[in-house]
């Protein structure tokens, strides 16, 4: 179950996340079944991605 923030404590988090989100262009996948090594788990996907997202 998930209990709902006070708007003052969601800001509060909000400013602490920000200087780490992502800047510039960028895209997220979500590869389904793999953990924390895509690279090595998903290897083709990974290699895909890349060349899609580097114009190859």
Do not use: K, T
């Not at 200087?19 to 960028?26: D, F, H, L, M």
């Not at 389904?32 to 990974?46: L, M, S």
């Amino acid at each position: 179950m998930l209990a709902a923030l006070a708007p003052e404590r969601l800001s509060a988090i909000v400013a602490i996340a920000l200087p780490y989100q992502p800047r510039g262009i960028y895209r997220r996948i979500v590869l389904d079944g793999v953990g924390h090594f895509p690279h090595r788990e998903a290897a083709d996907d990974v290699s895909r991605a890349i060349q899609s997202h580097l114009g190859g």
